[in-house]
């Protein structure tokens, strides 16, 4: 696939705001297992993303990373500032990280940059090999962060007619997704709000991917959503109220962009009960499970539900700064335990000096009352 192809690969096409009202890298546990979120960058001031956000990598065609280079990792890497932030579509990043969190928050996420941006906010284009580059990077990583699935709720759409193969496949990003799956991590992407019942945006509709649609809060597929009845893998919920965007508004949402975080966020809870099955026994349970889900794209048993797999939905976890809570209460029980065995054993070397002590106090006065007889007998 050329880059003149995909000039405008990372569309932003894939969140459909309704209406709104409304950091460091703390938690280094790689026990905690993690999703790699690809999108816009992030607003890492937000208290939700504490503890959350472990790590943070940009990865770009432009030198714009915050460092003046294509590629910077580590605290920053990813954070948009408030004046980029304030521009339409720059909150994106944030909300698809505040969704995941809101499906599992027993999660942790390291966010990754692909959007390139202006001081002023101006959107750089994005082509492919950003798409796998930024997957190579979770391949290479996975085990350093225990990550467990990627997500990208961005997409390109229109590549080709409808009944055509339109969908653009080159082997760099499809051996990257299939390197992915071999090391049992999946990649997540949006089939797209383009209200297309026959196509499904790039690159959801690669074989290999896993391409998703959105429903409702009813679980009907919502009339936005891009199909395709051979290459569409799952539906999920993309509608809600409430999210916490960039400088903390609230906004309600409706987009595959949703339904995309939804669906790796279930795929993770799955897994965490499931640690030992292989990724086609993972993707195999998730099928199964599917229900049917209907609108004007057609009739599909495609809809994620969990509740038909027999698993404990975890709790979410205790944070770093919980962690640490937790560490010096033990530490001072720990302490003050040592210090009653200290004080008793002091106490009790003192009972048996004061007894010694005492007996031979007795004794020499015994001593100079049997002397003192003698003198005066």
């Known amino acids: 696939m050329n880059k003149k192809i995909l000039s405008a690969l990372i569309a932003f096409t894939l969140l459909v705001p309704v209406s709104a009202k409304a950091a460091g890298l703390k938690n280094q546990s790689v026990l905690t297992p993690t999703v790699a979120i690809l999108d816009t960058g992030i607003d890492m001031t937000l208290p939700i993303f504490k503890d959350r956000v472990i790590q943070e990598v940009c990865i770009l065609d432009w030198s714009t990373c915050p460092n003046g280079s294509s590629f910077m990792e580590g605290p920053g890497s990813a954070t948009l ?3 980029v932030l304030s521009v339409a579509g720059w909150e994106h990043g944030t909300q698809m990280a505040s969704i995941f969190l809101k499906s599992n928050p027993n999660a942790n996420i390291i966010f990754i940059k692909i959007i390139g941006n202006t001081p002023d906010g101006l959107r750089q284009s994005s082509f492919e090999s950003t798409v796998f580059n930024a997957l190579n990077w979770v391949a ?6 225990n990550i467990k699935a990627v997500t990208m709720s961005q997409g390109h759409h229109n590549l080709g007619a409808a009944g055509t193969n ?3 496949t080159s082997s760099t990003t499809v051996n ?3 390197n992915l799956i071999s090391l049992g991590i999946p990649t997540f992407f949006p089939a797209g709000n383009g209200r297309d019942y026959s196509r499904i945006d790039w690159p959801s509709c690669l074989d290999d991917s896993i391409s998703v649609g959105v429903t409702d809060k009813q679980g009907d597929i919502s009339t936005i959503s891009n199909s395709d009845p051979l290459k569409i893998d799952f539906f999920a919920l993309g509608a809600f109220d409430g999210i916490t965007s960039a400088g903390g508004v609230l906004k309600n949402v409706l987009g595959s962009s949703a339904s995309t975080q939804v669906a790796a966020a279930q795929w993770m809870i799955l ?4 640690t030992t099955s292989s990724y086609s026994t993972l993707f195999k349970l998730l099928a199964d499970s599917a229900v049917k889900t209907t609108g004007r794209q057609g009739t599909f048993n495609k809809l994620i539900n969990l509740s038909l797999v027999p698993i404990a939905i975890p709790e979410p976890g205790p944070t770093a700064t919980e962690l640490a809570a937790q560490k010096a209460a033990a530490d001072a029980a720990a302490k003050l335990a040592l210090k009653i065995e200290v004080d008793k054993a002091i106490a009790t070397a003192q ?14 006065s015994a001593y100079k009352i049997s002397q003192l007889a003698r003198l005066n007998g």
Do not use: F, G, M, R
Request: aromatic fraction near 10%; hydrophobic fraction near 35%.
């Open 166 to 168: 339109y969908c653009p």
């Open 176 to 178: 990257s997704i299939k």
């Open 140 to 145: 290479a990583n996975n085990l350093k962060y």
């Open 271 to 274: 897994q965490s009960a499931n």
């Open 81 to 83: 500032t408030p004046k």
């Open 351 to 364: 009972l048996e000096y004061d007894t010694v002590v005492k007996a031979a106090a007795d004794k020499l």
